[in-house]
């Protein structure tokens, strides 16, 4: 089981910035593919970037490219997404989710959640 704990939400007004942290405390990471999510009220939830632990190869809506970046210290057991240039639909609850690589590999789906993180960007 992976235990997950965000931070860094907040209020932010458009063209801001904020990074949110991903904590897997006292877990090895190594297998692990590592993803942020968000959900709008209204909407589906819906991805936002995620980076492989080992290899850091990561991938990025086309939303967000270009404006955000993903990245993980593997000394801290920490995923962080540095969110720039940031407009007011990217306000939504930030989740972050992880799954083994294998298992990951054949549904595609991560298995384990952080209970969010609130990201309001005020015009």
């Known amino acids: 089981q992976v235990q997950l704990v965000e931070s860094g939400g907040g209020l932010v007004q458009a063209g801001g910035s904020l990074r949110l942290s991903c904590a897997a405390p006292?877990?090895?990471?190594?297998?692990?593919?590592m993803g942020w999510f968000r959900e709008a009220p209204g909407k589906e939830r819906e991805f936002v970037a995620n980076?492989?632990?080992?290899?850091?190869?990561?991938n990025y809506a086309a939303s967000v490219k270009g404006r955000f970046t993903i990245s993980r210290d593997n000394t801290k057991n920490t995923m962080y997404l540095q969110m720039n240039s940031l407009k007011p639909e990217d306000t939504a609850v930030y989740y972050c989710?992880?799954?083994?690589?294998?298992?990951?590999?054949?549904?595609?789906?991560?298995?384990?959640w952080g209970q969010g993180t609130q990201v309001t960007v005020s015009s």
């Open positions: 989710a992880a799954a083994a690589v294998v298992a990951y590999m054949e549904s595609g789906e991560y298995d384990y």
């Open positions: 980076i492989t632990w080992s290899g850091g190869s990561a």
């Open positions: 006292g877990r090895t990471l190594t297998n692990y593919i």
